[in-house]
């Protein structure tokens, strides 16, 4: 049985758990890596998840920690509307299954109930074709993209979409 639940301070160790595996199985496709974040204290997980802005969710194959995906207001944003997608990860062999319906439903879920997320912003890299065609089933637009320099080395294009959220009065 799958399933996903956004986890809560409580389960730092969880969080801990499954993204040191993410970052170590696919490290390419990340911001950072594995050898950064094995040093962070425990504060720092809890912190992560302690944020009323930031919801992460973690997709369970039984009661095993199979995958994650996350979801934060951007600090840069003054207005607190505009929240960006991050890490997302599923265990190789649940992928190619559909189970990013899960990952991005939990995710604008999480948004349309924030009081003042209007906007989701997602990236990926170039070669990252799974995420592009995945975050254009759930309607994300192409805005823009940057040269950048990944986690692994290697300059390739970051490519953005956005997402505006109907909210309706209530």
């Not at 998840?49 to 973690?58: E, K, R, S």
């Not at 997709?59 to 979801?71: D, F, K, V």
């Not at 207001?73 to 190789?92: E, F, N, V």
Request: glycine share 6%.
């Amino acid at each position: 049985m799958i399933g996903i639940r956004q986890i809560d301070e409580t389960d730092w160790r969880v969080l801990r758990e499954i993204r040191l595996r993410a970052l170590a199985a696919d490290p390419a496709v990340f911001s950072s890596n594995a050898a950064r974040e094995s040093s962070f204290p425990e504060s720092t997980w809890r912190s992560r998840l302690a944020n009323p802005n930031t919801g992460i969710f973690v997709l369970y194959s039984e009661t095993e920690p199979a995958g994650m995906t996350a979801i934060v207001i951007d600090r840069d944003d003054p207005s607190k509307q505009t929240a960006m997608l991050w890490g997302s990860w599923l265990r190789p062999d649940l992928r190619g299954r559909g189970l990013s319906k899960l990952l991005y439903e939990a995710r604008i879920g999480w948004a349309e109930s924030h009081p003042t997320c209007t906007r989701i912003v997602v990236s990926h890299r170039e070669s990252n074709i799974a995420s592009k065609h995945a975050n254009q089933r759930y309607g994300f637009r192409w805005i823009r993209c940057e040269e950048k320099r990944w986690s692994d080395g290697i300059a390739e294009k970051e490519h953005f979409y956005e997402l505006f959220l109907v909210k309706t009065l209530g």
